[in-house]
């Protein structure tokens, strides 16, 4: 795992958009399709709207993979992940990508994970843009995360610290108002991306960046497991940083 800490928010975020769009032409360049993977929440506002902005990527050949979801969310609802990515993302680009598999989670969340796993079992997926939560999670994989599961989407039960975050962040009024699970892309899925890029901005994600970084790799603390990742860079702003020993 390559750690990059940079000043800001804003400047770590372009940064990491920059990294992934290199893949992203290089893929283009080379076999003349990519495949990304596409989070939300505050972590990726930087990261989208720079990446949106970036030149010379021919979105049209483009494919893209949502990475969660909350169960039974409707796309109107502000906290809807599909309504963020459309808005900020698929919205923006210059050109429509080639496909956006967006997660429907108001349908039946098991026959969705079954859809999108067949969709991605055999993609080359080049870059995952991704984030890290306050309790360490990646996607929705709340701790104890699943590392074993080779299924490429499930359905998971959200933590009270995951469900405090959502909260917290603004997307919902109370905590009662927070779904109890979600669909989410597995970790093992995440971790055949080529490249793993992370995003993680703020203070108060800076206890699970520490233990992400310098803890062991255990399911307790699932985005401990980037340590085994090749080819995984983490981008933090100062705060985010703050507890690195390094």
């Known amino acids: 795992m390559q750690v990059i800490v940079r000043e800001t928010k804003l400047e770590s975020g372009k940064e990491a958009a920059q990294d992934g769009a290199a893949v992203i032409r290089a893929a283009l360049a080379e076999r003349g399709q990519a495949t990304i993977i596409v989070a939300t929440g505050a972590s990726q506002f930087e990261v989208l709207a720079a990446l949106v902005a970036e030149p010379e990527i021919d979105w049209s050949k483009v494919t893209c993979f949502h990475l969660d979801e909350y ?136 206890a699970a960046v520490q233990k992400a970084v310098e803890g062991p790799v255990s399911p307790k603390l699932p985005a401990s497991i980037l340590q085994q990742h090749g080819s995984t860079r983490l981008y933090l702003d100062e705060p985010a940083a703050s507890l690195l020993n390094q």
């Open 71 to 206: 169960a039974g969310m409707s796309i109107e609802h502000p906290a809807s992940f599909r309504k963020y990515l459309k808005e900020r993302f698929v919205d923006q680009l210059p050109t429509p990508p080639a496909a956006f598999h967006y997660i429907d989670a108001e349908v039946d969340c098991q026959g969705e994970c079954d859809r999108l796993g067949a969709l991605i079992q055999n993609e080359q997926v080049d870059v995952a843009f991704i984030g890290i939560g306050e309790n360490g999670h990646l996607a929705f994989n709340d701790p104890p995360a699943d590392f074993e599961t080779e299924s490429p989407y499930l359905v998971v039960d959200l933590d009270e610290a995951c469900r405090q975050q959502q909260q917290g962040e603004g997307w919902f009024a109370t905590l009662d108002d927070v779904p109890k699970q979600a669909i989410s892309m597995s970790v093992n899925r995440i971790l055949k991306a080529g490249l793993i890029v992370c995003t993680v901005p703020d203070e108060r994600k800076a």
